[in-house]
Each structure stands twice: as C-alpha cells, then as structure tokens.
C-alpha cells in the first residue's frame, strides 16, 4: 500500500501533463486556422514557419535586436489600404540558465512612401525606457500632457516636432499604449502577447491612422529629410 500513493500521484501527473500538451496543440491548431481564414479574406500570405530572414531584413528595429535566440514566425505578409504591410510573432530569450525568461512580442508594420529618420515613441514609463539604451535623444513638446504620456527620441528634432503634430498628438493621446518606431520606410507597432487573428484589422487600421496623421510635406520629393541607410 505505501507504494500505491506516489504511483497514483505519478500518474495523475502524467494525465495533466498530455491533458495540457493536447489542449496546447488544439488552441495552436485553432490559432493556425484563424490565420489562414484571416488571410484568405484578406488576400494576405500566411507562413507559420520560422522566418530567420526576415528578422535580419528588420535588424534595424530597435525592439527586434533583444536578447537571444529570436525568431519570428505566424508570418502574414500582403496590402492594407493601398500599403505593403506585414505581421508576425516575434519570439526573444534574456538571462542564461535559471535566470532564462522568455518573451513574445506581436509586430505589425507598413511600408511608407519614402524614407525617414529613425523615430521611437512608447509610454513615459520605467519599463519601456528603451530607446536610451541605443543613445538616442529623447525630445521634449510643448504639450505637458503628451510629454508626461510618452516618450520619443529621434536625432532629428524638426522631423520629430513634424511628425508629432497637434492631430498626432492628439490622436495618440487616445492611444495611450501605442509602441511604435519608425526608421527608413518601415513604420511598426509592437505589443506584448501572442499575436492573434483579431488583433490584426484593428493594429493595421491604428497604423493607417498614423501615417495619415503625417503632413503631407513630408512626403513631397524635396521635402529636406535624413534618409537612413
């Protein structure tokens, strides 16, 4: 009888753990297939695979240079609004042994008309002080609201007081978790989770609503602009 107790304790172990791997593999499956119906109505490429390349294509993103052993996959590529646009689950590890901590980040993106400086902007708040550690220069508005509710660092102060105008501002003061950063003609949203089918429209219509917040010189061909490498 001493016996039967941890035996019935092993195996009830056993049983929630294929009870948890078999709900995990159904929720994943659901999660893929919510995907390619997503995409199919859309007229977006859909790719659950590891995509190693396309980490190096936007090694130039701030956010996307954390920690080790990144990978990005539930790739959806094709057009919004008129706008090449993309998304995806980005993956990253911090730490080292027991100190190792996993992290998921959801990354949406559209391609601009032409190139920008590089330009960060999240929450006013100690966590997500990360553009300080890629030195860049954080710039203060007018706007005490806007100021104390994010942050932005750009090299290039008129095209951070250009693009952070009165509709922006203001516009963003309703969306007061936007994490964004800008750089050459790349404009992405980043958020903490798992990238979902539904997240999808809503992410790509608060970009829209970003790039259509930029005044229109900007975009004019002699408009006097840094352009990244």
Known sequence: MEGV???LLFLLVAALIVAGAVWAWRRERERRRRF???AAEHGFRYD???????????SFLDRLRRGHSRRAYHVLEGAWQGRPALAFQFRYTTGSGKNQSTHWLEVFAIRLERRFPELVLHPENFLTRIAEAFGLPDVDFESVEFSNAFRVSCRDKKFAYDFCNTAMMEYLLRHRKTVLELEGDVLALFA????QAEDLEPAFDHLT???ERMPRYLFRPDAPLQSTP
């Open 209 to 211: 609503a970003i790039r």
């Open 192 to 195: 903490v989770g798992t990238l």
């Open 36 to 38: 390619r119906a997503w």
């Open 48 to 58: 659950p695979g590891l995509r190693k390349q396309l980490l190096k294509s936007l």
């Open 5 to 7: 107790a941890p035996t």
